[in-house]
């Protein structure tokens, strides 16, 4: 590595620390990581393939799920083999522009993953609000066209960061504090003012984050109201069940992305070990989570699951 002075506009690679202070309990740490990868990964595979086979569950919900499955596997998948690397392997050297792919795809995939919640939650208020207008509200093109809009929007708003990265010239130490490739972490590696380029960063992930936000909570608040006027108390209780459940995963995913924000903008004193850990969390937990609330509790994708299994024991 060469002396602190000397700057290069693109280096060869960076080192990955992972978790400072922890290192000794990396290969242990691993564990429950790999095992979370583990359950992501078969969840949303078998996710994509009951609903690919079953033609009965082409409906909205069923689609907008498959979409939030193949973010998650990207997503995963962008960051666990790669951490895994780290704390098994002791691999802690990453390619410079691997390190930009990796950063891409970790912030591009985040935010689609919250606009598909948000899709989501506009499709469980048509159902559940407006239920005889669902289908033709909800067509297979809108549907088609939402998805479309939540992609391009993570690849437009996020395209710029690995670009603008590319530009910049480093001159300090190539080593950074984290298990993957954060934006934050990298930008602070330069050795010019990168202030225009941390407010970018800020100012489009809260824009997002808090629309998102907003209209996610505004759709439950109105479907909370439905729920409540209905007649039969089973039913009432079956759909507070039902978005109940919903809404927990999409707070763990806003509460540890809002705490990740502010870490970044005001949170200078808080401890490193507990900011990575949490970041991690915000990457790892959903992909978990989201095949198990949003599959296996889903009635007719358990009987699918059930049925094949069924069919292959036989």
């Not at 540890?256 to 808080?270: D, E, I, Q, S, W």
Request: net charge positive.
């Amino acid at each position: 590595m060469g002396p602190a002075n000397k700057s290069e506009v693109s280096p060869n690679s960076f080192a990955l620390m992972g978790i400072p202070g922890l290192e000794h309990l990396h290969v242990w740490i691993g564990i429950p990581f790999c095992s979370m990868y583990v359950v992501a990964v078969v969840g949303n595979v078998t996710i994509l393939a009951v609903v690919r086979a079953e033609r009965s569950l082409h409906e909205p919900m069923f689609l907008f799920l498959c979409m939030l499955s193949v973010t998650d596997l990207v997503l995963s998948t962008s960051t666990l083999p790669r951490m895994l690397c780290l704390f098994w392997l002791g691999a802690h050297d990453i390619a410079f522009d691997a390190c930009l792919a990796q950063m891409f795809f970790i912030h591009s995939f985040t935010a689609m993953e919250s606009g598909f919640f948000l899709a989501m939650a506009i499709d469980r208020y048509v159902a559940i609000c407006d239920p005889l207008r669902h289908a033709t509200v909800l067509t297979h093109s809108r549907i088609a066209k939402m998805g479309a809009a939540v992609v391009v929007r993570g690849v437009a708003f996020f395209s710029p960061h690995p670009i603008l990265l590319k530009q910049l010239p480093y001159c300090r130490a190539r080593i950074i504090a984290h298990t993957y490739c954060e934006f934050m972490a990298v930008v602070k590696l330069a050795c010019v003012d990168i202030g225009a380029t941390k407010r970018y960063s800020l100012a489009v992930a809260s824009v997002i984050g808090s629309c998102d936000g907003f209209f996610i909570a505004f759709s439950y608040a109105l479907i909370l109201r439905t729920v409540f006027r209905l007649p039969s108390r089973e039913a009432s209780l079956k759909a507070l069940g039902t978005c109940g459940s919903h809404v927990c995963v999409i707070l763990l995913f806003y509460s540890t992305a809002v705490f990740t924000f502010l870490t970044h903008r005001f949170g200078h004193n808080v401890n490193p070990q507990v900011h990575i850990f949490i970041a991690n969390m915000y990457l790892l937990v959903p992909p978990f989570l989201n095949p198990i609330v949003y599959g296996i509790r889903t009635k007719k994708i358990r009987e699918h699951v059930l049925i094949s299994l069924r069919v292959k024991v036989v």
